[in-house]
């Protein structure tokens, strides 16, 4: 079973032609297909000027004409795009609604309601307006435009109907009743539901496929473990990465098919670190997501938070703070972050109403692909979780599908085979590697296969490395790397409640075929 495919735009679904898509470069392939994406009514409405230039014969860094971001532009020529829902603290009663804007527009809004042409509920909303300065002979300075409503006051357990408009431009209109979608709030109480994951996504063929099958599994929400859309092609978190902001148009339009109607929790991967914006290059992120803001921080560690759904707790870290692969911001939160989340997981273990804890965030604690395993995430965080009992820890970083046995204190408490159990109370926990999102793919080191489900090719141990705060690279053999894929993929996590809660965790590759499954039982 091989499901990898290669990792070029997905020209049908984005637009590009055919004919031309052969003559142009990847490069000239995202740019020509940002400006397409808000042309309307003859007038270019393009993320960048660079994208201008290429339509208009300019080179890549030859100066192009760009709209000015003070010029008037009718609301009705300006169509909202790019839906991502977010919860807020409560997902019960709180939904966040963010989208994006070509240009600044007058007085946008959400309209809500309980049926598409039932919309009269109008909750007014915020752009936040985003900066990103010109390099000389590397891109023009570009404003985006980003826009923001905070629902609260929901009823749980309730679908609502939603559209996003602006002066000029009304989703409860005839002519924009197509725009309007869905979502649906938390239950008051457990009750069974799915929620997928993966990180490493970025825009491309794959990235879309992977969209496409996760929809199928009607989930809950969906958590996205950095690494989010690569505008930063680089990751080291330094002005001199090479960057093009206008990625995120891109990546925005491309997953409003999923993340229009499932809310789309987003951690921060190294690759998020924008150095361009303040806030330690997190000012990006801030502009562009709504999260929920129950973190030790919400104003400059966006991706640090936490939410109940059902009867699972889940926290969002940003291992930035603590990586020493990649120490553009190590350490920025002077311990907080850590502080925080030893409360906060001694908190979730002691509410009645949560059965399983998941912690999610990017970089490996336990993997041996090419970035292996991360020292600082090892030394800050793996104790508390250990103590606390984390029964599930999902990363990315690694652009594969590994997954652990149960450990404690790092060494296996427990082999977990395909479709095997595991008890964190007793046996250790579980750590997936679920890096296939649709960045190109990383392999395993030399002379390890691949083993999934129906394809086990076991190994006692395997060499690998562990990143030091340092020493850099500190070479180790492992024995418990159980499963391995190195192919696009995606996790679907199905909670029950109930008297014997289970947590039942399947990878998927990118043709919906099962390549890993196992339990997660709790027994006190």
Known sequence: MDNRLDNRLDIPNIGIPPEPARRMSMAEQYEYARAKLVSRRGTLVTAGAVASGLLTGCGSGASAPSASPTATVPGSAVSPLGRHLAFGADPKTRMRISWQVPFAVRK?????????????????????????????????????????????????????????????????????????????????SPEKFTFTAFGDQGVSRAALANDNVLLKQDPAFHLHAGDICYADSNGHGTKSDAYDPGYWDLF???????????PWMVTTGNHDM?????????????????????????RTAPGVYSFVYGNVGVVALDANDVSYEIPANLGYTAGRQTKWLATRLAELRAA?????????????????????????????????????????????????????????????????????????????????????????????????????????ADRESVDTFHWTKDQGQAHESVEWSRVRYAGFSFLAVTAESGSRPRLTVSALAQNGERIDHFEVRRSG
């Open 108 to 188: 946008p809004y959400v309209r809500v309601g309980s049926a598409p042409d039932d919309l009269g509920r109008k909750v007014e909303a915020e752009i936040r307006a985003l900066h990103t300065p010109g390099v000389r002979g590397v891109r023009l300075a570009l404003d985006q435009y980003y826009v923001h409503a905070a629902l609260d006051g929901l009823r749980p357990g309730t679908t609502y109907y939603y559209g996003v408009g602006h002066d000029g431009f009304d989703p409860a209109s005839a002519s924009h009743r197509a725009t309007v979608s869905s979502f649906r709030t938390a239950p008051a």
């Open 352 to 456: 009645k109403e949560v059965d399983f804890v998941v912690v999610y965030f990017h970089h490996c604690a336990y993997s041996t692909s090419s970035h292996a395993s991360e020292g600082g995430v090892r030394a800050e965080w793996v104790p508390l979780f250990d103590q606390h009992q984390v029964d599930l820890v999902i990363n990315g970083h690694n652009h594969v599908y590994e997954r652990t046995d149960a450990l404690r204190g790092g060494a296996v408490g427990r082999k977990v085979p395909v479709g095997g159990s595991a008890d964190p109370t007793r046996d250790g926990i579980v750590y997936v590697t679920a890096g296939g999102g649709g960045r190109d793919l990383y392999g395993f080191p030399g002379g390890v296969k691949d083993s999934y489900e129906g394809h086990v």
């Open 252 to 262: 925005l339009k491309q997953n409003e098919v999923v993340s229009k109607s499932v």
């Open 274 to 298: 924008e150095a361009w914006y303040p806030h330690d290059g997190y000012g990006g992120q801030l502009a562009r997501w709504s999260l929920p803001d129950n973190g030790f921080d919400p």
